[in-house]
């Protein structure tokens, strides 16, 4: 099973972040990608962030790749953030997909 489809069957239903209300349950597509990377390192620092900012997604994306450059990390992490927060979910996810598999 891909990476993204194991993170997305643990993470279905992410929000934007200013819809976010405090809810514990609540996070966005980069944050579940952050939540799943943590989990798989025993990473105690970074385990609850729900909406990470683009450093901690791109620090996330590299552990899950280690093929994947730094820069490159950044630039997806930005992108996926951008459109979770358009609530372009679909497109976070795929965009998530490409950087887990180059």
Known sequence: MPLIT???AQ?????????DDGMPDCYCVGGGIVMFASMEWNDEDSHNVAF??????GDALHKLN????????EIFAVQ???ANDD???GDAWQI????LTL
């Open 6 to 8: 194991q993170i997305q």
């Open 66 to 73: 280690p093929a994947l450059p730094w820069e490159q990390a």
């Open 96 to 99: 998530a997909a490409q950087a």
């Open 87 to 89: 609530e372009r979910f």
């Open 11 to 19: 993470y279905p239903d992410p929000i934007a972040s200013y819809d």
């Open 52 to 57: 990470p900012n683009s450093a901690d997604l």
């Open 80 to 82: 996926i953030i951008e």
